[in-house]
């Protein structure tokens, strides 16, 4: 009886519901406001109007429904580079997730001198592409070093920048750099292992190897997924190593995206743009829930 | 596996960081006699391969000397850089930390959507927002401003991000103390939030400064004048034919970055972690 | 309409806390609580006491019901506005600022003169010995100074009501003990109104002129400590109050030849008729007994129960003796610290009739 009671009175309640007074419901939105402010109008609002535009034709402002859209997926310069940037993501992710987290793991089983060998793979971080680069071509030109050093064995000399090899020349310097970001994702993932854990295996009997295979990789499932999304958006930046490597029309085989918008963009051609921007905002979206969701599932098991 | 062993691999690994920083510091002491006997076959396509010895043969300052004192534009080029480098992270603690704190601190109506807009924007690629930036400077006639370059980048989303997970840190406790001792949510924020969350802030200035110090994409974009332009476009640009400026150019650039790095290193980390952590 | 309210002191009328899920945190609770006084809330861990302490001090809202503080209805006033200090469990130091800083903040927030907050901050500093640390930071502060700093803060102002949660729970018994006493003793010399949750009921029994006991949300019993001990409103209380623990077991009301028995297994212990609600005794019931009135006696004293030892605790004070017996439920008891006794031995026990309580064995609800 009394809980009926109650629960009516809940009800009654929950149709009034708990307001707090306007002065305090403003308050966060006060804090918010500022930035609220500059994004909506650097960057929400315009990329709505982006999105307008993709569907007009930029000169008359006509309607042109996916007319944009189908002519950039049409482009040969746009699946060039389409096929250029995938093929970059594909080959350079995988790569730079086990190097790092086998460095991350080595430097976890080596406790000494941990602190300069974490400096020291961090420190790319901190050289702006474009002072390192100078040095890239130095290197990777088809008089340079590595040149002069394969002829030691008598390796003929090859076009590193100039040619398909520069493919292999830009997930190099990309790597150089960013991989002690994916270290410190990685270590912090490791330190979060519970070493209750490492000992009662231990004390079960487990091997080293075991141990990594039943303890350590499943629990850093949750982080190769942080890592991994981390690191794709991340490698869009790639741009500046190809772009100071090579210049604005490099090689075939290194023509990414990036490339292809800021062509694009020297041409002022905006549908074009606009409706590439859409489809690219659309596909990192798409990467994000999609990553979530699979992170999600990580935690609940 | 044996720990030397590791210990060799580690190593290996770090030589090979340092190695290409060792050329460039080596390479600015060359005088520019022996860089371009080195680097001949590289800069006139000759035959032969260029050579790099590991301690300059000959060393000087004469490079040095050449950049500081007959090459006046390359400070104009510096001091462009730090014009848009330290307003947008000023713009990003003084927008974004209020932001953070509200995400934090509050609950309200929206406020997950809204903060789930912002992570997506933090992750969208410059090229997606390029034109639309243009279409928006171009209208306030910010193009060929360094506006046009401050603005966007101060309305980047990462550091709301960033200092969110740093202000989740500090104890409910203390600030609901605060709020029961007279402070206003405005002076919590002030006295409470910003003095706690400190190390986010400066994670949040460091991240920051390592990428708009190496930024090329928007001021490509958006800076037509070059007199305008930062160092890592300016780099990008100078010819070969002085190739001791520019790899003095070079290390001058990396300095800051290098010196922020190496004071700022335990909130570099704390900075990559939380922007690792989930929401 | 105001009048229905007392002037001062902080009434709670019909407070209900849910919180999203259907979970009802906070029952109906009702309490007058009168100027000055040292309330207690005391309960096991997720009984409201915290909840209920929170809506007071507006860090929480309010379902439905109304707090109010001298005759004004506080259900919307802001935590800052409703003058009151608060103690949190974890002291919640400001970590950023030193000691004398921590304690001059709230002085500071209600804009009150430079001179005069130095001299309000030097004064409770004396008070709690903590003047050799003013220029410290929390940090490096060992728990129970870190305790003291949260108490001087709350202290340096004079507010209506002092709230404390749990404040001596992360202090080591020595350092409790110690500090239990100095709150009490500040608390009678300022005369502020103050409400204490804890979940320790020495620290309720020691410590409050006024006890509110909880369980589930709901109030139990409200009154003062020797109420609260002595007539228990519900076998709840009955057995949450005192060390050890109440005897409680099983009983039927006998009635033989005009005489009166509770029956304890399958002996009977008689009892005075008179002080019996008779008609409520044929439902079913539970007895209990605090072990202190349980005495030891020798074997041939009437009524008489033979009990056999099987646990012994020393306190150095005093002696508790578990007993058991077949066909009997087992029974605490306390007596002198020069007892003895042996587990193992048998011995004689005699039940005080007119300390035995009887509740509904259904509704808890104390009879007797």
Known sequence: MKKILLRQRKKQWDEHDYKAPWKERIVPWMFLAPSLFVVSVMVLLPLLDAFRRSFFFAVSNQFVGLQNYISVLGNSAFKLAAANTAKFIAVCIPLLLVISLAVALMLTAFQEKRGIFKTSFLVPMAIPVASIVLLWRVIFHRNGLLNGIRALWDAAPVDWIGSAASFGVLVFAYLWKNFGYDMVLWLSGISAINPALYEAAQIDGAGSVKRFVKITLPNLMPTLFTVAVLSLLNSFKVFREAYLIAGSYPDDSIYMLQHLFNNWFSNLDVDKMCAGAVMMALLVFILIMLLQKIMNRGDSV | ?279 | MENRFQASGLQIHNVNKWYPGDVHAVIDMNMEIEQGEFIVFVGPSGCGKTTLLRMIAGLEGISSGEVIMDGRIVNRVPPKKRDIAMVFQNYALYPNMKVKDNIAFPLKMRHTGKQETAVRVAEVAEKLELNTMLDRKPGALSGGQRQRVALARSMVREPKLFLMDEPLANLDAKLRVEMRREIITLQRELGVTTIYVTHDQIEAMTMGTRIAVMNGGVLQQFGTPQEIYQHPANLFVAGFIGSPNMNLWNTEFVSDDGRCFLTLGDARIPIGKSSFPVDQLQEPLKAGIRPEHIELVEPDTCGAIQMTISILENTGREIAIFLAASGKPDLAIVTDADFSGQPGQAVYVRLKQEKIHIFNAETGKALR
Not at chain 2, 240 to 268: E, H, R
């Open chain 2, 1 to 279: 596996m044996k720990k030397w062993f590791i210990g060799i691999i580690l190593f290996l690994v770090s030589v090979f960081i340092w190695v290409p920083l060792w050329m460039l510091l080596s390479g600015t002491l060359m005088g520019a006699g022996e860089l371009s006997w080195n680097l001949a076959p590289v800069l006139e396509s000759g035959d032969g391969y260029a050579t790099w010895p590991i301690i300059a043969n000959y060393p000087t300052l004469q490079a040095y000397v050449e950049l500081l004192l007959d090459t006046p534009q390359f400070f104009t080029v510096f001091w462009n850089s730090c014009k848009q480098v330290f307003p947008i992270i000023l713009g990003h603690i003084v927008l974004g930390a209020p932001a953070a704190w509200a995400f934090a601190r509050f609950e309200f109506r929206g406020k997950k959507v809204l903060y789930t807009l912002y992570i997506v924007l933090m992750l969208m690629p410059f090229q997606v927002t390029m034109v639309s930036s243009y279409l928006v400077l171009n209208k306030l006639g910010f193009i060929d401003n360094i506006w046009a370059i401050i603005l966007p980048g101060a309305a980047s989303t990462l550091p709301v991000f960033i200092m969110t997970s740093f202000f989740l840190t500090i104890p409910n406790a203390v600030t609901e103390a605060a709020a029961v001792d007279g402070a206003s949510s405005f002076q919590t924020f002030l006295r409470l939030g910003l003095p706690l969350g400190a190390p986010g802030i400066l994670s949040v200035a460091v991240l920051g400064f390592l990428e708009y110090w190496n930024a090329m994409e928007a001021p490509q974009a958006f800076l037509k004048d070059q007199t305008l332009w930062p160092l890592s476009l300016y780099m990008a640009n100078i010819t070969a034919d002085n190739a001791g400026v520019s790899l003095i150019a070079s290390l001058i650039t990396l300095m800051p970055p290098l010196l922020i790095f190496l004071f700022g290193q335990k909130y570099l980390e704390q900075g990559i972690i939380s922007s690792g952590m989930k929401d």
